[in-house]
C-alpha cells in the first residue's frame, strides 16, 4: 500500500510526553504509543535513502538528518541517533540508522518463513532493515523518489500528534483514545517513572544506566525468553493481566501503598509515581532492588500448569497452586509473595502455604463471598494471625452441609486432592503422583428415571420415603452430592452413563463401565471393591456414607 502513498494516507497516532527541561539540556519526550511506528518509518527511510544513487543520496542528505538524527549542541560534529530505544532494541536500531549495517552483515541475517515461524534469533530491527531493503531492489526508481517524498511532505498528515504536558495523566489520555486497540501496560508507565526519576536524582547516566542493568534489564528485558515470560497474559479475577504488571500490582499492595478498597487497578501507575515521589537516591535504589527479588520469586514461586503436571500431596507449594488455579483466584497473589520474601524456614512456610490453601476451600465448599478476598490479603500482610479467624468462620458443620450440593467443577478437585491424600498415608501405592486428566461421573446418574426408577429412595437410616413428590425431590438432592461423584481415567459413553447400576460398573458389549477406568481409591476401593463384595445396591444411603467417609477425609487435609 505504501508504493501507492498519498495524502489519504493515515499511520496512526503518536503520544509523547514532555519530560522536565532542566537548563542546557536538549528537549526530550516519552513515547507512549507508536515506538513501533516511529521505529519502522524510521528503518524505511534509511532503507529508502539507501537504495537512491550518490547524487541522490546527496540531494537527501539534509532531510535524513533533520528527521532520524540531532545535535546536542549547535556547534557539535557528531549527530545523534533521535530515537532512543529501550537496552534489548538500542544496538540494532543504532546500527541500522547510522548504516553500519554492511551487504555481509545482510546476508547472515534470516527473516521470517511465510508461516510466521522465526527460524533466526536475528534481531526484529535487522529482519525489518533487511525485507525494506530487499523488497526495495524490485521497485522502480520513480515508486521509490515519490515513497520518499510523500513520507517527508509536510502536507501529508499521516500521524496525528497528541502532546502531552509533565502533568498529564498518559495512562487514561491513552485509554481513552485507544479503548478498541491494545491498552498501555501501567508497567510501561512505571518503569518510565522509576528511571526518570533516577535520572532527576542522579543526573549521571551511568549511575541509571547500570541501576536499570542490574536490577530491570537483568531481571525483565534479558533475553527473547524473558521478556516473552514478563508479556505473557494470565487470567486475574475476570481480567487478562500480563505477568509483570500482576507483579508490580502486588508489589503495591505488600508495601502498602495501593489499597484494593480505595484503589483500581487504572490507579496502578499513578500509586507508583506518588510513592516514589519523595524518595532520596538511597530509598529508590532500595526500592528497585526490592522489586528485582519479588520478580525473581514471582517467576520462581507463581506457578502454572498444563496437563502433563504431576502433583503430589506432600508438594504443598504446588498443591495451593493447583487449588487457586482451578478456583481461578489470584487475590492472594501479594500475601504468598510476601511470605516467601519473609520466611527462609520451609516448615514454617509451608504451614502458612497451607493456611491459605484451607481459607480458600472451606470457604469454596461453603459458597461463601469471594468479594472479602481483598480486604482479607491486606489483613493477612498486616497481620499473619488474621488467617487463623478466617479459618474457623466456617465449622466443620458447615463443610459438611456444602458437600451435599456441589457443583461438578468443585467435586472435581477435592476428590483428586483426597485421592493423593489416600496414596500418601497408604503405603500400598507406588504411584504417589498423578496427572490432573480426570473425569468426573455421577454414579446415580443425572437422568436417573429411565433406568434407575426401581430403585427405592431411601433415607440415611435405608426407611423408604413413600411419598413419591418427596422421594423425587430427595434423590436429586442426592445426585449432587459429593458421596455420589467419582473419577474416572476417561469419560463414559452417554447410554452408559445412564445405566442402572449393575450395567453402569459392567459395561454393556464395547462400551466400557466404570470398571474398566476405576484406576483411583476413591473408585475402586469406595465403589468397585463394595460392589465386587456383595453390595449391588446404589442409593441415597450408600450416597451419604460415603459423603461422610469423603467429608472426614476434607476435614483431615483442610
Given amino acids: 500500500d505504501l508504493l501507492d502513498f498519498n495524502k489519504n494516507h493515515f499511520l496512526g497516532s503518536l503520544i509523547l510526553k514532555q519530560q522536565e527541561k532542566q537548563s542546557g539540556k536538549t528537549k526530550e519526550v516519552l513515547v507512549i504509543d507508536g515506538q513501533q511506528r516511529l521505529t519502522t518509518l524510521s528503518i524505511l527511510l534509511i532503507s529508502l535513502y539507501n537504495s537512491f544513487d550518490d547524487e541522490t543520496q546527496k ?47 545482510l546476508e547472515k541475517i534470516i527473516v521470517e518463513d511465510s508461516s510466521n515461524k522465526t527460524i533466526s534469533q536475528d534481531s526484529k530491527i535487522l529482519q525489518c532493515y533487511k525485507f525494506f531493503s530487499e523488497k526495495l531492489k524490485e ?46 501496560s501501567s508497567a510501561d508507565i512505571i518503569k518510565n517513572a522509576i528511571f526518570q526519576k533516577a535520572l532527576d536524582i542522579f543526573g549521571n547516566s551511568d549511575d541509571v544506566e547500570i541501576l536499570y542493568k542490574d536490577n530491570w534489564e537483568a531481571i525483565f528485558a534479558k533475553d527473547e525468553e524473558t521478556i516473552s515470560f514478563w508479556d505473557t497474559a494470565r487470567a486475574s479475577g475476570r481480567l487478562m493481566r500480563d505477568n509483570i504488571e500482576i507483579l508490580l500490582h502486588a508489589i503495591s499492595v505488600i508495601k502498602g501503598f495501593f489499597d484494593p478498597d480505595k484503589h483500581t487497578l487504572s490507579d496502578l ?41 504431576l502433583f503430589a500431596y506432600n508438594d504443598i507449594h504446588s498443591r495451593l497452586f493447583h487449588i487457586l488455579n482451578n478456583c481461578e483466584i489470584t487475590t492472594f497473589h501479594p500475601y504468598i509473595l510476601s511470605l516467601f520474601y519473609k520466611y527462609n524456614d520451609q516448615s514454617v512456610l509451608e504451614n502458612e502455604l ?26 493477612f500482610i498486616n497481620d499473619a494471625t488474621a488467617i487463623d479467624k478466617y479459618i474457623a468462620e466456617q465449622t466443620d458443620s458447615d463443610i459438611c452441609n456444602g458437600l451435599t450440593n456441589i457443583s461438578n467443577k468443585d467435586a472435581a478437585l477435592l476428590l483428586f486432592w483426597i485421592e493423593l491424600y489416600r496414596r500418601s498415608n497408604d503405603s500400598k501405592y507406588d504411584m504417589k503422583e498423578l496427572k490432573y486428566t480426570y473425569s468426573l461421573e455421577h454414579i446415580m446418574p443425572q437422568k436417573w428415571e429411565e433406568h434407575w426408577s426401581n430403585v427405592e429412595v431411601v433415607d440415611s437410616n435405608g426407611n423408604k420415603i413413600s411419598d413419591h413428590e418427596a422421594a423425587k425431590a430427595f434423590r436429586y438432592q442426592k445426585i449432587y452430592s459429593i458421596g455420589n461423584m467419582t473419577l474416572l481415567n476417561s469419560s463414559l459413553n452417554t447410554s452408559v452413563r445412564n445405566f442402572e447400576f449393575e450395567r453402569k460398573i459392567k459395561g454393556e458389549g464395547k462400551k466400557n463401565g466404570i470398571r474398566k477406568y476405576s484406576d483411583l481409591s476413591i473408585t475402586r476401593t469406595d465403589i468397585i471393591d463394595k460392589y465386587d463384595a456383595g453390595d449391588t445396591i446404589w442409593n441415597e444411603q450408600r450416597i451419604m456414607q460415603r459423603e461422610k467417609e469423603l467429608a472426614d477425609d476434607i476435614l483431615k487435609i483442610w
Fill in 59 to 105: 540531494n537527501c542528505e539534509n532531510e535524513i538528518r533533520l528527521y532520524l538524527f540531532y545535535k546536542k549542541n549547535a556547534t557539535d560534529k557528531d549527530y545523534k541517533v533521535k530515537i532512543e530505544h529501550s537496552k534489548i532494541d538500542r544496538k540494532y536500531f543504532q546500527m541500522v540508522i547510522k548504516n553500519e549495517v554492511s551487504d555481509e552483515d
Fill in 139 to 184: 521497485i522502480s526508481e520513480d515508486l521509490r523518489l515519490n515513497l520518499f517524498n510523500n513520507l517527508l511532505n509536510q502536507d501529508n498528515k499521516i500521524i496525528v500528534l497528541i502532546d502531552l504536558g509533565v502533568d498529564d495523566d498518559e495512562q487514561a489520555i491513552f485509554d481513552t483514545i485507544n479503548s478498541a486497540g491494545i491498552r498501555l
Fill in 269 to 309: 501507575s499513578a500509586q507508583y509515581k506518588q510513592y516514589i515521589s519523595k524518595f532520596n537516591g538511597i530509598e529508590l535504589k532500595n526500592f528497585v532492588n526490592e522489586i528485582a527479588k519479588y520478580a525473581i520469586l514471582y517467576r520462581e514461586k507463581i506457578l502454572i500448569f498444563d496437563k502433563s503436571s
Fill in 354 to 379: 497451607h493456611k491459605i490453601e484451607t481459607v480458600v476451600i472451606r470457604r469454596m465448599i461453603t459458597k461463601s463471598d469471594k468479594k472479602n478476598y481483598n480486604k482479607m490479603c491486606k489483613e
